[in-house]
């Protein structure tokens, strides 16, 4: 008897656990996504009615887009921010993977140590590298410029950890093989590593995109004149005006956010497939 | 005979060094090289170029300065109560969403993991804009009736850093829990099973099989978040400025600040960027220890 009373009492138990679960997580989700929502919305309204918090589509799109083009050059923000993500990620994946496998395919003590060095490091905050960097790249004539965005960008600690956790997997007896087949070590690297870490890859030059497309605060210190501006420092100086203008503000958002966020779906597989190997 | 195998031995060295040396030199170029001058800077006294040398007054200048101590508090008070809330929450919602009879799973995943590809800039926009006095996000609470006059949130002093605590949590949850969810994957679902016929519910399972497995990766997303945190620059500046009255002002920005608002005082500035490599640096020791023996360490 009171053990079909326990049974019933535990099977309504996880039905009442199940059914919270799903409560929790749909409302994570419209948590999460609620925003989206909100700035497609907000593209289409006056500035009045967004802080308003109007939620129905109004007519503003035209007005707002062109309002937009008139305060700021979306379009030149737009190429020198492509610009500076697309070198930053090509270059810093290259230097970083290349020195992720020399740490682990030509180990050596000395070696080991730089690396150990270099993961401190990530211990340093770019904030506190702000100043230094600036009086540094004011004598080298490289403020206001794109080389001097993407230099402190290129070799990072993470990009180099990761490459160097998912080489260890790396089955070594094909570069012994390749070895005796004649490719010369720079030939391993890019006629066979490359290729067949092609998931690695993808992981890390998603995470070193979309975070040089956004990034603000070294831009903010460093670039200082119009022509060079990137969009989150466009965005940003309408937000920071003394009424900033929402309407102007969504569409910069949108137009920010599109290329990092198609980036990030159309390879959302590989990126899965590759941080699996580095969370090991 | 012996040339050779020196001169093999020779090129397989520079070979050997080739793959890592771009990297070092970078590295040492853009990150040692400006840490020690920042140290020599931070023992100038004085504004603009005309400096003198100045010892450890810069630093003993830190205690007096109200903004730096200010500046510290808030950024500690987010780091104190904004990651243990976020951690917390990834790791639920990756332990949720690792059940694979849930339904909805790629759904909910997705869903969850779309704050992180906006930029820091535009969501820090988006929240100003959303928690206008008038905004949506009153209104959605005073229809709910849980208030009943709208919260001017960006104008006092508690409510703004509220506001800046929720907007982060609502960027990175979804980011630490693609962490947990792919460390999951590498435990054997066996041992849940096992753990039920045993007779372990939910939770209990859940402390004891989930928690310690993911105990590096814990430590990862917790060593992140907090030199994360404690650097807060984007967010502060775009939703709230600093404001009202310094009350959200972080360290970073206030390094910026020193750099830009006022005549450049870079020995001073330099000086709070050291304050705040020495918490980041003094922290994650911490974290490291805090996490238990030395066998398990992240590599």
């Known amino acids: 008897m009171t053990k079909s009373v326990n049974i019933k009492r535990e099977i309504l138990v996880r039905k009442a656990a199940a059914t919270g679960q799903y409560i929790f997580l749909s409302i994570a989700a419209i948590l999460s996504i609620f925003p989206f929502i909100w700035i497609i919305i907000g593209t289409t309204n006056a500035s009045k009615d967004i802080t308003m918090g109007k939620l129905t589509f109004g007519n503003q799109l035209a007005a707002n887009f062109n309002n937009l083009i008139k305060v700021g050059d979306v379009w030149l923000c737009l190429k020198n921010t492509t610009i500076l993500a697309f070198s930053i990620t090509v270059a810093s994946i290259l230097v970083c993977s290349l020195a992720g496998y020399g740490f682990v395919v030509f180990r050596s003590k000395k070696k080991d140590r730089f690396f150990s060095l270099i993961l401190l490091s990530m211990m340093i905050p770019t904030s506190s590298l702000m100043v230094p960097l600036f009086r540094m790249f004011s004598r080298m004539h490289l403020l206001n410029t794109k080389l001097g965005v993407a230099l402190p960008a290129l070799s990072t600690a993470f990009l180099i950890f990761f490459f160097r956790q998912n080489t260890k997997s790396f089955p070594y007896e094909t570069i012994q093989a390749a070895r005796i087949d004649g490719l010369s070590e720079l030939g391993i690297f890019f006629r066979i590593y490359m290729p067949m870490m092609k998931p690695t890859y993808s992981a890390a030059a998603i995470i070193t995109f979309m975070s040089s497309w956004n990034n603000y605060m070294w831009p903010l210190v460093s670039l200082q004149t119009k022509d060079q501006r990137t969009l989150p420092l466009l965005i940003s100086s309408l937000g920071s005006a003394y009424t900033p203008d929402f309407g102007i ?21 590989s990126f899965v497939q590759g941080m699996m190997g580095s969370v090991k | 005979m012996s040339k050779t195998t020196t001169r093999k031995k020779f090129l397989f060295h520079l070979n050997s060094w080739g793959f890592v040396i771009p990297a070092i030199v970078l590295f040492l170029w853009f990150n040692l090289l400006p ?25 003993a200048r830190l205690f007096r300065d109200p903004v730096f101590i200010r500046a510290t508090g808030n950024t500690l008070t987010y780091l104190m109560i ?5 951690l917390v929450l990834a790791l639920i919602l990756a332990a949720m969403l690792n059940n694979p009879k849930l339904r909805f799973r790629g759904f909910y995943r997705t869903a969850i993991f779309l704050p992180c590809v906006t930029s820091l800039v535009a969501y820090s926009l988006l929240f100003k ?5 008038d905004g949506v996000f009153n209104q959605f609470l005073m229809n709910l009736h849980i208030i009943s006059e709208p919260i001017p949130w960006l104008l006092n002093t508690i409510w703004a850093k509220a506001v800046i605590i929720m907007a982060i949590t609502w960027r990175w949850t979804g980011y630490n ?12 679902h066996s041992i849940y099973e096992a753990a039920k016929v045993d ?47 310094n009350s959200t002002v972080s360290i970073s920005q ?15 500035a330099s000086t709070v960027s050291y304050a705040i490599f020495f918490m980041v640096a003094v922290l994650s020791l911490i974290q490291f220890k805090v996490s238990g023996d030395k066998n398990d360490k992240i590599s």
Not at chain 2, 254 to 268: A, C, E, M, R, S
């Open chain 2, 82 to 86: 904004q990651v243990p809330i976020m």
């Open chain 2, 35 to 59: 840490m020690i001058q920042s140290f020599i800077t931070s023992l100038q006294k004085g504004k603009g170029t005309v400096t003198t040398f100045g010892g450890l007054s810069n630093y």
């Open chain 2, 129 to 133: 804009s959303m928690f206008a006095v």
């Open chain 1, 249 to 269: 503000i969504m569409i910069g958002i949108v137009i920010t956010t599109i290329p990092s966020a198609l980036v990030f779906f159309l390879m959302q597989k």
């Open chain 2, 177 to 188: 829990m693609i962490f947990y969810l792919s460390a999951l994957q590498n435990i054997d």
């Open chain 2, 199 to 245: 007779g372990a519910g939910a939770l209990h399972s859940f402390w004891k099989i989930t928690v310690p497995m993911l105990k590096p990766v814990i430590l990862l997303t917790a060593i992140m978040s907090t030199t994360g945190t404690l650097q807060i620059f984007d967010e502060v500046v775009n939703i709230t400025n600093g404001g009202p009255a």
């Open chain 2, 254 to 268: 206030y390094i910026y600040n020193l750099l830009f608002k006022y005549v450049p005082d870079f020995g001073y």
